[in-house]
């Protein structure tokens, strides 16, 4: 009978996924999603191969597991970070710090392009992680046209482009470069959305 870790059968599984999450993680960002297999997440987790299928039935849905709890991490803490910021400015000043500095595994890691190894409802299923962190950006910049701090505008499109933005930007590692590049990136955000 395989070990239990933790207090009980729940805790067992919550740390099983975690390990396995976290085994996905190291590997993506040494190797890539394309070249590793669930053996080797298995052995990184330091689990059986056997016990990665009762949790995930394939890779993908490993995947998507992972991101699905990536994102729920975040959303909790951008949630907690917009908690007591009243305005939109500064609302969309703390959502540009806090896009900046998630780590994005899943689009960072060596190998190919997420998009063309993976199937067409796992695609879907990832672009509906990033509706959910969109959401918030919608409502944020919804909320200053309401408000009049923001000017009238297309809100999607505005989003849209916001969030080009932030995906593919690189933050340099150290001071004074990394917030030089922060507060070049909330300005830039801020004029675009029409406020400086």
């Known amino acids: ?22 085994a996905l993680s190291t590997l993506m960002t040494e190797r890539g999603f394309d070249a590793i297999s669930f053996a080797d997440i298995a052995a990184a987790a330091g689990v059986g191969r056997t ?11 490993l995947l998507i597991g992972f991101i699905g709890h990536e994102t729920e991490q975040y959303l909790g803490s951008l949630q907690r ?22 780590k994005r595994v899943f689009h960072l890691a060596p190998g190919a392009d997420l998009r063309t190894v993976l199937s067409r ?11 959910q962190v969109e959401g918030i950006l919608t409502n944020i910049i919804a909320t200053g046209v309401e408000q009049g701090v923001f000017p009238a ?44």
Request: proline share 5%; charged share 25%.
């Open 1 to 22: 009978m395989p070990k239990i870790i933790g207090g009980s059968l729940r805790e067992h599984r919550e740390q099983t996924r975690n390990r396995l999450f976290a």
């Open 51 to 61: 016990a990665v299928y009762n949790h995930f039935p394939d890779k993908e849905a």
């Open 81 to 102: 970070a917009l908690r007591d910021v009243d305005d939109p400015v500064s609302q969309l000043q703390t959502y540009v710090r806090a896009q900046l500095g998630l």
């Open 121 to 131: 409802s796992s695609q879907q299923r990832l672009r509906d992680h990033v509706v």
């Open 153 to 196: 505008q297309d809100v999607p499109t505005t989003v849209s482009l916001v969030s080009g933005c932030l995906q593919g930007k690189q933050i340099p590692e150290r001071d004074p470069e990394r917030t030089a590049a922060i507060k070049a990136t909330e300005d830039f955000v801020l004029r675009a959305v029409g406020t400086s």
